[in-house]
């Protein structure tokens, strides 16, 4: 399925499927046994939005992806499961799956999503250009961001004190 | 007033640009209806009844002479000549077409205005006490911390998909007059025994079909300590939050479902992870923001006002400034309430020529303020006594100097069936209707202090359940049914209504309400005892009969 970062459409080198695939994607409830399969592929792991990040707790530094479902666009959760688990330190890639929108992606890649998976159907519907300019239509936040925006508060002060 | 600087400028514009290309992208197919639904929500536009509907942020209710002028521009040039002012402090046009949307946002945005978030499942506009600034009994001015939080939602990556819309409402003074207790969140700046300010925090608060008075979650948050305690709450309820089911979707169903006690801990818990750091605001900016209510520079005036005393010889003036009018700290002023509820008139409801008399009045006489009350009046809020003559004048002129502020003809009313597509009754016709019945504003004064509330429907936008009077519309099997309720109120005391008896047709609500009216005059114990302090010492039985058709019992006065 077609994967998006800020950049635009890139090759996915992950696959839920295809064992030749570089990297697997394992549903949240086979992780552990993926995780102990001894294989040294690269593993990911699909996270519901209804699962506390806390659970992924102690496999933080194993997983090299983690994909958090948006099963409806109006569905947020997952901002602030993307968020918690970078709080916790969570520092591979994560991936935003589902029914997300281009009115979305600022708010994703804000809250530390990296890139996102769509379906043939959204990507025949909302073309890549659409994703490209939704990161650049604001130039300022007012919180700070994950991918390094720093708030308008803070921006301001700083503005003072170079005064 | 608080002026945006280069940031929030350029945030508003891009938004405009945003919503721009947002309408071409639903025209071109890339949206789909549902998508695009919610997103232009966000944008304030909703398609109503007849038409769209534009919301207007007016955030904390505050605004002045030039943006209220705007506000007539607009109403003259994309809607009917009139605007409605609303329960949130807002104001929304009945009838923009879709293709004029972005032009009136640009002209919004040309006097520091927009529509961000006036509706969506995200975190709405922030009110206040309209009396903001002016109560002597305020312990701070709540506008700044208000307008923190305004900045700090707007376009929140983290909550801007919530499981429903979120309310939070901030109150300065001991007494409450913004409703805190009735919102999502509800903040009280306290103080405590050192004298550092900081918020008594209520979650959990609301109406809507399932009203609900908001529980004490922090009894002292230190200031500085405010936005990311709200994020661990907002956080906690984006997560949590029901989706299944949008009328169990509010913040106040989680709470109740999970226990006060079960729900704070999740919050603290979550509170404590939070990277504090990166969400606090430093104090120099919250003294930044704060610089911009600054009150205004008062003339050194006696308490008591010679021209105001000889004005006061003319009966009407006399009855004008007995409700109207309401004690300013400063000796010599006062707040001045324009009462949006002429006898038989729409509430709310302000014509293009009188927002530009009232943006004149506001310039010439109470320092280019103008403030929006959630009981959907207008106030001036900074008028010298010396001056009350004259502003009087011009509003008897512009048919704005109803007598009624607090009385039994101001009343509250959502839009009704009249123009909302969830209504299921209409309510400004019931308003207009129990407006003429006390038109006579010597009967009015006599009744005293009393709060109808009209909503058209269980969603509750006309706050029935926090009425003195509570009056809520229905469908019953394809006939307008409307359900009384006693003994609400909004503010300190605050508590829900309890239903009278079954249901009545529109037509008997007017005699009805007079004779529950009948029924208080003849039960208080003297003029000093208010309708609510009435009915919470007798209950409601006394009242039942009045719901019965009959003729009306007049009070022995």
Redesign the interface.
């Known amino acids: 399925m077609p994967l998006l970062d800020r950049e635009g459409l890139q090759a996915d080198p992950f696959d839920r499927a295809d064992p030749s695939a570089e990297g697997v994607i394992v549903p949240f409830d086979g992780l552990e046994e993926a995780l102990e399969s001894g294989s040294n592929r690269p593993v990911g792991v699909d996270l519901p939005n209804h699962v506390?990040p806390s659970r992924l707790a102690s496999h933080l530094d194993r997983l090299a992806l983690v994909a958090i479902d948006f099963p409806k666009?109006?569905?947020?959760?997952g901002?602030?499961?993307a968020?918690?688990l970078r709080?916790q330190g969570y520092r591979g890639r994560l991936r935003a799956t589902g029914r997300i929108?281009p009115?979305?992606f600022?708010?994703?890649l804000?809250?530390g999503f990296d890139e996102v998976e769509i379906s043939d159907e959204q990507a025949a519907?909302?073309?890549v250009g659409?994703w490209q300019?939704a990161p650049h239509?604001?130039?300022?936040?007012?919180?700070?961001?994950r991918d390094g925006r720093v708030s308008?508060?803070?921006?301001?002060?700083a503005a003072?004190e170079a005064a | 007033m608080y002026r945006y600087d280069e940031f929030d400028e350029r945030l508003v514009r891009e938004r405009i640009a945003q919503f721009r290309e947002m309408v071409r992208r639903r025209i071109d197919g890339s949206l789909t209806e549902e998508e695009f639904t919610l997103l232009r929500q966000m944008n304030g536009l909703y398609l109503q009844l007849h038409a769209y509907m534009l919301r207007v942020a007016i955030p904390y209710g505050t605004l002045s002479g030039r943006q209220m002028r705007q506000l007539a521009l607009i109403a003259d040039r994309y809607d009917r000549g009139y605007g409605h002012f609303t329960t949130r402090q807002n104001i929304q046009y009945n009838w923009p077409r879709l293709r004029d949307v972005p032009d009136m946002l640009e002209l919004l945005a040309d006097v520091e205005m927009q529509c961000i978030q006036t509706s969506g499942n995200c975190i709405r506009n922030v009110t206040a006490d309209h009396f903001a600034g002016v109560a002597a009994d305020e312990i701070e001015d709540p506008r700044p911390t208000a307008e923190l939080i305004r900045q700090w939602s707007t376009l929140h990556p983290e909550f801007s998909f919530l499981p429903r819309k979120f309310k939070i409402a901030v109150t300065g003074s001991a007494v409450d007059r913004a409703a805190v207790a009735v919102h999502d969140i509800g903040l009280r700046i306290v103080a405590d025994a050192k004298g550092r300010i900081g918020y008594r925090v209520t979650v959990g608060g609301g109406l809507g079909r399932t009203p609900m008075i908001g529980k004490p979650v922090r009894e002292f948050l230190p200031r500085e300590e405010l936005l990311p305690y709200l994020e661990a709450i907002l956080r906690v309820y984006n997560l949590e939050g029901r989706r299944d089911n949008k009328y169990k979707a509010r913040v106040k169903i989680l709470v109740h479902e999970l226990g006060t006690e079960a729900f704070v801990a999740r919050v603290e818990e979550e509170y404590a992870r939070i990277d504090r750091g990166a969400v606090e605001v430093d104090a120099a900016e919250v003294a930044r923001i704060a610089a911009y209510f600054a009150p205004p520079a008062f003339e050194a005036l006696p308490a008591r006002s010679e021209a105001f005393e000889k004005a006061a010889r003319d009966p009407d003036f006399a009855r004008f400034a007995r409700t109207n009018l309401f004690p300013h700290k400063a000796p010599g002023y006062t707040a001045l309430t324009v009462s949006l509820k002429p006898i038989g008139a729409p509430p709310g409801d302000a014509t293009s020529d009188q927002m530009r008399v009232l943006a004149d009045l506001a310039e010439r006489f109470s320092a280019d303020e103008l403030r929006v009350t959630h009981v959907q009046n207008i106030v001036l809020p900074h008028v010298r006594l010396d001056d009350v003559p004259e502003v009087w004048a011009a509003l008897v002129e512009a048919g704005l100097a109803t007598a009624n502020s607090g009385l039994v003809t101001d009343i509250i009313s959502c839009p009704g069936m009249d123009y909302c597509k969830l209504a299921t009754a209409r309510s400004i016709p019931i308003a207009q209707e129990i407006s003429r019945r006390f038109a006579d504003p010597e009967r009015e004064r006599a009744i005293g202090p009393l709060g109808i509330k009209i909503s058209g429907c269980i969603n509750a936008c006309g706050h029935h359940h926090v009425g003195a009077i509570g009056i809520l519309g229905l469908d019953k099997a394809g006939v307008e049914n409307y359900q009384i309720t006693l003994g609400g109120e909004p503010g300190d005391l605050a508590s829900l209504g309890e239903r009278l008896g079954p249901g009545i047709d529109a037509d008997e609500v007017p005699a009805a309400i007079e004779r529950i009216v009948d029924v208080y005059l003849a039960l208080r114990t003297d003029e000093a005892e208010t309708f609510i302090d009435t009915v919470r010492r007798v209950g409601l039985d006394p009242f039942k009969p009045a719901l019965q058709p009959q003729e009306p019992v007049r009070a022995a006065a």
């Open positions: 506390h666009f109006s569905d947020g959760r901002f602030s499961l968020r918690m709080e929108l009115d979305q600022a708010f994703a804000h809250s519907r909302l073309p659409q300019l239509q604001f130039s300022d936040n007012y919180v700070d961001t308008v508060f803070k921006r301001r002060r003072r």
